[in-house]
């Protein structure tokens, strides 16, 4: 399998760190804008619920300043559908939601909701919209992704980092292989694949290295990073290391 792997930088731990002196200011759309300049080739932004980063105005904004694609992470509610359906982003990404966590802590629970996931789906799908399900490396949660009517699964890639940060490493292997094995499998099924989720310089490449996958998306840890060494230059190591992975 050819093409690049393309990368997706979640630019919601900008506004994170802008919410919390209720400031104007770090400027999430600035970011996405920088992020865009340094070769991201989308931009990814949760409109949660309780709107604890990325706010109504944002997803505006970007929808509107945006020359690469925006990926809108959100939940399966009616407000989230009416927000995607008026401004129709190029992605729209199912993800679970709980108002008390503090990330999303696992893959979508699809198997045992099957019809209603579906219903919700068609007309973002009709609108136009590439819909994508955030799921576990789950055989079940791949079919049943597949079954609703799904273009795209992101796999999360949460555990595996978890693992190796652990330094629990014959379970991080595990993990690997697993997530290996389910993104060619969902890649047989006709889905494209993307993965992401608490992905790291130490962590990317052997999940770049999967020829199954076309997308990661990566936020948080190039937030961080950025601290250190500014937005272009960490999103350019991000570059450098997938590309290679890849090559």
Known sequence: MTGKLRLGVNIDHVATVRNARGSAYPDPVRAARLAEEAGADGITAHLREDRRHIGDDDIERLVEELSVPLNFEMAATD??????LQHKPHAVCIVPEKREERTTEGGLEVAKDENRLAHF??????????VSIFIAADRAQIEAANRIGAAVVELHTGAYC????EEKFEERDAELERLRDMAHFAHSLGLEVHAGHGLTYD?????????????????????????????????????????????
């Open 79 to 84: 407000e989230m559908q009416a927000i995607a």
């Open 121 to 130: 789906i068609a007309p973002l799908a009709d609108a136009g919209c590439r």
């Open 162 to 165: 978890d693992f190796h940060a």
């Open 203 to 247: 962590t990317v490449q052997p999940v770049a290295s999967f020829p199954e996958v076309m997308e990661l998306n990566i936020g948080h840890f190039l937030i961080g990073e950025a601290i250190f060494r500014g937005l272009p230059e960490s999103i350019a190591e991000m570059r450098r290391l997938m590309d290679d992975a890849r090559a």
